[in-house]
């Protein structure tokens, strides 16, 4: 069975940090764009983050740039996102997704949520004192 697993998640204080954590089971990551997304209530889903297959190549939101950085590890098969300098309005559930290429290539892109085909359950991220 095809799945990933978000982990991390939890109540932190403004300023504070989290690193999120997405494992991939029953199949390998290596080919695979992966995405960040996350959705509050009463909002719409916002792709905030991506990695390429290579690697080499990562794209944020312009609300994360600088705070959060997205990272992976293919041995462990596993995509990192590490969240720093948390605000109360980074508080939302926040979705990994893959998207299988099937090569490895240096682009990604988190505009077209429907080209990603495998998404997690989600884990909540809460900020606030």
């Known amino acids: 069975q095809l799945q990933l697993v978000e982990s991390g998640g939890n109540l932190v204080q403004p300023g504070g940090s989290l690193r999120l954590s997405c494992a991939a089971s029953?199949?390998?990551?290596?080919?695979?764009?992966i995405g960040w997304f996350r959705q509050s209530p009463g909002k719409e889903r916002e792709g905030i983050s991506c990695?390429?297959?290579?690697?080499?190549?990562?794209n944020y939101v312009d609300s994360v740039k600088g705070r959060f950085t997205i990272s992976r590890d293919n041995i462990k098969n596993t995509v990192y996102l590490q969240m720093n300098s948390l605000k109360p309005e980074d508080t939302a559930v926040y979705y990994c997704?893959?998207?299988?290429?099937?090569?490895?290539?240096?682009?990604?892109?988190?505009?077209?949520?429907?080209?990603?085909?495998?998404w997690g359950q989600g884990t909540q991220v809460t900020v606030s004192s």
């Open positions: 997704a893959a998207r299988h290429l099937g090569y490895i290539g240096s682009w990604c892109q988190t505009d077209l949520p429907g080209d990603y085909t495998l």
């Open positions: 029953g199949f390998s990551l290596d080919h695979s764009n």
């Open positions: 990695i390429s297959t290579s690697g080499d190549t990562t």
